[in-house]
């Protein structure tokens, strides 16, 4: 992704090599002390770097190198190709470290089996060594060289705290190993903790590894959402002749072919033929939409039973789908409010705690008595082990990425994090009318005939088919099926409607006004029955000869079947709602009272709906603006939270922070719940790792034993540590399966 303002541009880069939250945090200090570069962010969970920088001054490529000199590496290459490389990447990572785990389990078993059991035993120590070594030196050498890259520029990470952990406890070990007379002759037994080194590495590669696959399952969303673009389409050629055709070659205009059962593959408008069509994958409404001639189709969704002809529209990264999944992977790159913070303290971390373990060995060779450097060195080294920054950075973003992923199944888009953090808190929402509780779409609902005589609705239907009026497009497709007939000295009059010529006959479409000035009578039968009509807020035309009114007919915006039940669960969630329209009072009135909205506002221009959410803002309210068309795109932009209508216009859905697909208001509760959970798993998560680290760095560093004697074994500590991470991503994986409806 790439977006240009001015002279700076802003990218996102997976960043390769991190192994931990305060790498993050070493990689994105680096890139921010770049010259050209005014913003950079980088995800641990994502493991993505989302930059902007000044394109005159520097360039990717800088950019890759500054992130190489601090042990980390950037993946520059075409947008296309980026995911599968990534993927590719990781896969091998993956497979690394699943065998470096399986290499370290196997080696650092007998090295425990002997340290526990068969001490005494000929050539012990020696065998520990010799088992140890490998498991220490090869399989966690990243550990050692991360560290040292780290330690060039004066930083310190996660692998600082592992390398310095694990070699002081294997130097210590082999100095005990070969000068054994030195604690000899001072009195002490020279104890080896080979087990301590070689388990510790050991228990935080399988930490690593079922974070790996933890993570891996966090971004599942995105991974489906990628699995809906087919890879090939058949192309309709200029001879006629179907040709087997890659995604990537696709170009507008193209004729594709759709048989049943296949997935579509690029936006595109219906030019033959029909089916009905599963868009669940976008919408999240189950029941299958039937698609014309004229209309449109969207990459990822499936063809049901019948065989169609579109003209590509969108190709490529312009369609539907692919701006969906570049929402929804930006969404999940971005860092919620809690998580600033969060990077803070990580980013200082690892510098306290190794303060911590210094101050550790001093306190115990002051007050340890006789075996004072031996179990001030263990306590050290079991407080540089037992701290783990990685609960803390992976909390937040991994509940993040699991939230939007979900409320994405949903049909539900959101676009970054702070909004999924504040939906939890909004109490106040603003809902346009038009597209938004109704249809959007006038549709005929009544229509009577006089003395119920509907020989003449072929005239009508011919009158309307020639009319400019939004309104006219409802009669037409009210009276579809009726056969149009030929008409002459068609006339627009604006304002009042149409009139057209028929066999002598001068007949007459529109209101009530252009009936009164050609002196046209309006039976009472028809009259009562546009009172009836205007009371219900519907708007009425007539359809007259020269003479007489021959019908009238009822048109308005129907109320999606949804929105009331949707009222309804808002404000038990104890919501205000604020219904906005530019309608008049009496049809304002009267959808607020199907409804249920007890607050409305009839006759609103577009600019007063950003001053109204700016009212409610001042009262102290958390405010969510939901719309859908141009109109409301300042209100969208003024609100704490903006929710727009997937079927609005794409304005509206640049400028909300969240996109409804389906444009049902239910989902509106069912995104406020998601929130509340998400937060719920944030605070979960970061209560867990602060507990975690307040209560294992003491206890690490031996404050239990002037009270009972109990000192942390080091090996315990690396297997609390790399548990501690996982809990932190099982936890979040947890919201995949709460409901939110």
Request: aromatic content about 8%; proline content about 3%; hydrophobic content about 45%.
């Amino acid at each position: 992704m790439a977006t240009t303002n001015q002279n700076t541009v802003t990218q996102t880069f997976p960043v390769l090599g991190m192994t931990c939250a305060s790498c993050a945090s070493s990689a994105e200090s680096i890139v921010t002390h770049q010259e050209g570069v005014v913003n950079a962010s980088v995800n641990y969970a994502t493991g993505n770097l989302t930059v902007e920088f000044l394109s005159n001054v520097t360039n990717a490529e800088n950019l890759r190198k500054a992130v190489q000199g601090v042990g980390y590496d950037l993946l520059i290459e075409d947008e296309s190709k980026q995911q599968e490389s990534l993927e590719a990447i990781h896969e091998k990572k993956f497979k690394e470290l699943k065998n470096k785990t399986i290499w370290a389990v196997i080696l650092s078993l007998p090295v425990v089996i002997i340290g526990m059991f068969f001490m005494e035993m000929p050539y012990a120590n020696e065998i520990m060594w010799a088992f140890s070594t490998p498991v220490v030196l090869w399989l966690g050498r990243d550990f050692f060289v991360n560290a040292w890259k780290q330690a060039k520029h004066r930083k310190a990470n996660m692998d600082t705290l592992v390398a310095l952990s694990t070699g002081i406890a294997y130097v210590f070990s082999v100095f005990n190993m070969l000068f054994a007379d030195f604690w000899h002759q001072r009195g002490l037994h020279a104890h080896v903790y080979f087990e301590a080194a070689a388990v510790i590495i050991a228990f935080i590669l399988l930490g690593k590894l079922l974070e790996e696959k933890a993570k891996g399952n966090t971004s599942s969303a995105i991974k489906k959402l990628m699995g809906l673009q087919p890879k090939t389409v058949i192309v309709i050629q200029a001879d006629g002749k179907e040709k087997q055709t890659p995604i990537e070659e696709v170009i507008e205009g193209n004729v594709i072919l759709v048989k049943p059962g296949e997935k579509i593959a690029v936006d595109g408008m219906v030019i033959s033929g029909s089916s009905y069509v599963d868009e669940s994958m976008l919408s999240g409404e189950p029941v299958p939409v039937l698609k014309n001639k004229n209309e449109k189709v969207f990459a990822g969704t499936i063809n049901q039973k019948g065989s169609f002809q579109f003209k590509a529209v969108k190709v490529g990264k312009e369609t539907m789908l692919a701006q969906i999944i570049k929402m929804v992977q930006d969404a999940q790159g971005s860092k919620a409010p809690v998580q600033k913070l969060v990077d803070k303290i990580a980013g200082i971390f690892v510098p306290v705690v190794m303060g911590i373990a210094l101050l550790t060995f001093i306190v115990w060779m002051i007050f340890g008595g006789e075996n004072a450097i031996v179990q001030g060195l263990l306590a050290a080294v079991t407080v540089l082990v037992i701290a783990c920054p990685c609960a803390l950075g992976l909390a937040t973003p991994t509940a993040i990425m699991v939230g939007v992923g979900k409320g994405a199944e949903q049909g539900i888009l959101i676009k970054d994090a702070e909004s999924l953090e504040l939906a939890k808190k909004v109490d106040a929402i603003i809902l346009d009318k038009t597209g938004t509780i109704t249809e959007g779409r006038p549709q005929v609902t009544d229509i009577h005939w006089l003395n119920n005589d509907d020989s003449t609705k072929d005239i009508l239907l011919s009158i309307e088919k020639q009319s400019e009026h939004p309104l006219a497009e409802a009669v037409v497709k009210y009276l579809g099926e009726v056969t149009p007939t030929t008409l002459s000295n068609f006339d627009s009059i604006t304002g009042k409607g149409a009139k057209a010529d028929y066999n002598n006959e001068t007949y007459f479409v529109g209101n009530k006004k252009l009936l009164f000035e050609n002196s046209i009578a309006i039976p009472e039968e028809l009259q009562q029955r546009a009172e009836e009509w205007s009371k219900l807020s519907k708007t009425v035309i007539w359809f007259s000869d020269s003479k007489q009114a021959l019908s009238v007919v009822a048109i308005s915006d129907k109320i999606k079947e949804t929105s009331a039940q949707a009222i309804k669960e808002m404000q038990e969630m104890g919501i205000d709602l604020y219904m906005l329209t530019g309608d008049n009072e009496a049809t304002a009135k009267a959808i607020a009272e199907q409804t249920g909205i007890q607050h409305y506002k009839a006759e609103v221009l577009p600019k007063h709906k950003a001053d109204f959410v700016k009212e409610l803002q001042k009262q102290g309210k958390t405010v969510a603006m939901v719309g859908d068309g141009i109109n409301d795109s300042t209100a969208l932009a003024t609100a704490d939270v903006s929710i727009a209508m997937g079927k609005g216009s794409d304005i509206a859905m640049d400028v909300a922070k969240m996109t409804i697909i389906s444009s049902d208001l239910t989902k509106i509760p069912q995104a406020i719940k998601l929130s509340k959970q998400t937060v719920a798993t944030i605070k979960q998560n970061l209560f867990w790792a602060f507990i975690y680290n307040l209560i294992g760095i003491p206890i690490a560093a031996g404050i239990l034993y002037p009270i009972n004697g109990f000192l942390l074994n080091p090996m315990i500590a690396g297997a609390a540590m790399a548990m501690s991470s996982v809990s932190v991503v099982s936890n979040s994986l947890r919201l995949k399966w709460k409901k939110v409806i």
